[in-house]
């Protein structure tokens, strides 16, 4: 290898080995990353830097042959590592969209049945007379005491507890759609605490 080669010469060697060890490479790189393509592509870029670092080799010796494969055999194991880097990525990604997809999917559900839940409820209550609605408002949400309800309103404690159970059997019976046969767990839970 002559360090003193000027640049005519350097173009003409060069030119030399291009046309002797291009196809070899290509061949040999196919080898490792099964693609012709990606194999020309990496030829083309091994045989860029040895032109653009200026390095001298002599097409007659075995040498060259050698480094040109020992050249693109690294050229394509860098190549194969910033792929598999590559899908590794894309794969985390995708498995992060999927998650995200199914959060948000379940999210609009939830808000969705949230909302039906509501106006259900507010449905059923609405269909309450309004004296009713005032008791149930007052005992259910506010937390009332019966016997002070049935002072402001006029009737017997035993009246308001009667309106509060109809209203908690006909929001029970219009949310059942929603979570599934809530009496028989109340069936349950009244045997469980009366024995």
Known sequence: MNAKTNSADFDEVFSVNYRLYAAAVIRFLRRIV?????SEEICQDVFLRVYEKRIDLDPESPQTLNFFFTAAKNAAIDFIRRKRCEEEKLRSIQVEEAVLDRQFYEDIENMCLRGEVLSTLSDVISGFPENRRAVVAARCIDGRPAASLARESGMSAYHVRKIEREAHRKIRS????????TNAQNRLDRKKYSR
């Open 34 to 38: 099964h693609d012709l393509h990606v």
């Open 174 to 181: 219009a949310m059942e759609r929603y979570f599934g046969d």
